[in-house]
């Protein structure tokens, strides 16, 4: 059964967050997501990827911490981060902080992960854009060592623990699943050889995400059916989002963005009804 979720893209300043989460929650909702940029360059060279206001990822509260709050007020709603950008975190302190926030949860935290695309603010947090992928697959590995193991240590190409390490138990058996929010055809490969999920859009993804999922796990011997494949961005079209549900998508995540608790409360109902439609439909 498809699971129908929120992603938070944009809020005001106060103490929003929690309220969306309480509201999702008890309009019938499965899931909550929160995005991540740690600061946006003044001065940038490239140009922006982002369909938007790039002032706006400079605005972000910190997801780990918004998501404790959310968690606070809410008792079965799933957690998430779309995305928790890796090149812009130090892999220890993340680990514990991500453990802490599975287990006050009650273990119901899902890790989004990627590299981001502002190449500066990468460079700032001393990450090369051209190893983005090769350092976040390591630091999820570094922090699944840590999640797991007793003493862990973890000795990578570009990640290495201090030895012994202590070691940040979750609440939910090998870490809360990670799930990768990206869009390029190198994509489903990494999803299949190290992450449990997938955040997908296909208005970005160049190829056919269910089709290419199912090639890289029987390339690489993964059972596809412990995957989670999710559209991003979902429609709120009645019609459009039926299809999507028909087409297999294990969760459909809506984007609600606006500039009052008002507006966004109401973003949250009307997507709500559209959920319970869908349920009933199907």
């Given at each position: 059964?498809?699971?129908f979720?929120?992603?938070?893209?944009?809020?005001?300043?106060d103490?929003?967050?929690?309220r969306i989460?309480a509201?999702?929650e008890a309009?019938?909702?499965?899931?909550?997501?929160?995005?991540e940029?740690?600061?946006?360059?003044?001065?940038?060279r490239?140009?922006?990827?982002?369909?938007?206001?790039?002032?706006?990822l400079?605005?972000?509260?910190?997801?780990?911490?918004t998501?404790?709050?959310?968690?606070?007020?809410?008792?079965?709603l799933?957690?998430?981060?779309?995305?928790?950008?890796?090149?812009?975190?130090?892999?220890?302190?993340?680990?514990?902080?991500v453990?802490?926030l599975?287990q006050?949860?009650?273990g119901r935290?899902?890790l989004?992960?990627?590299?981001?695309?502002?190449?500066?603010?990468m460079?700032?947090?001393?990450?090369?854009f051209?190893?983005?992928?090769?350092?976040?697959?390591?630091?999820?590995?570094?922090?699944?060592?840590?999640?797991?193991?007793?003493?862990?240590?973890?000795?990578?190409?570009?990640?290495t623990?201090?030895?012994?390490?202590?070691?940040?138990p979750?609440?939910?058996?090998?870490?809360?699943?990670?799930?990768?929010?990206?869009?390029?055809?190198?994509?489903?490969?990494?999803?299949a050889?190290w992450?449990?999920?997938?955040?997908v859009?296909?208005?970005?993804?160049p190829?056919?995400p269910?089709a290419?999922?199912?090639r890289a796990?029987?390339?690489?011997?993964?059972e596809r059916?412990?995957?989670?494949?999710?559209?991003?961005?979902?429609?709120?079209?009645l019609?459009?989002?039926?299809q999507?549900?028909?087409?297999g998508y294990?969760?459909?995540?809506?984007?609600?963005?606006?500039?009052?608790?008002?507006?966004?409360?109401?973003?949250v109902d009307?997507?709500?009804?559209l959920?319970?439609?869908?349920?009933?439909?199907?």
């Amino acid at each position: 059964m498809t699971d129908f979720a929120v992603c938070l893209a944009g809020h005001p300043h106060d103490d929003t967050p929690p309220r969306i989460a309480a509201a999702a929650e008890a309009a019938g909702l499965n899931a909550l997501f929160l995005p991540e940029n740690s600061h946006v360059p003044v001065a940038r060279r490239a140009p922006d990827k982002f369909r938007g206001d790039m002032r706006l990822l400079a605005r972000f509260y910190d997801p780990l911490v918004t998501l404790a709050a959310c968690a606070a007020v809410t008792t079965r709603l799933r957690l998430g981060t779309s995305v928790s950008l890796l090149t812009q975190r130090e892999p220890l302190a993340t680990a514990r902080a991500v453990a802490s926030l599975d287990q006050l949860s009650g273990g119901r935290l899902v890790l989004g992960v990627a590299g981001g695309f502002v190449r500066e603010a990468m460079t700032h947090h001393g990450s090369r854009f051209a190893q983005r992928w090769p350092l976040v697959r390591e630091r999820v590995a570094a922090m699944r060592a840590m999640w797991c193991e007793a003493e862990p240590a973890y000795r990578g190409e570009l990640v290495t623990l201090p030895t012994p390490c202590p070691s940040f138990p979750t609440r939910q058996p090998g870490g809360p699943p990670i799930w990768i929010g990206s869009n390029s055809l190198a994509v489903p490969a990494r999803v299949a050889a190290w992450a449990d999920g997938w955040l997908v859009r296909p208005d970005l993804y160049p190829g056919d995400p269910h089709a290419d999922l199912d090639r890289a796990c029987a390339e690489q011997g993964r059972e596809r059916a412990t995957l989670t494949l999710a559209l991003m961005d979902a429609p709120s079209n009645l019609r459009a989002a039926a299809q999507a549900v028909a087409a297999g998508y294990d969760v459909l995540v809506f984007l609600v963005r606006g500039d009052s608790a008002d507006t966004l409360l109401r973003a949250v109902d009307a997507l709500a009804l559209l959920a319970a439609r869908l349920r009933a439909d199907g």
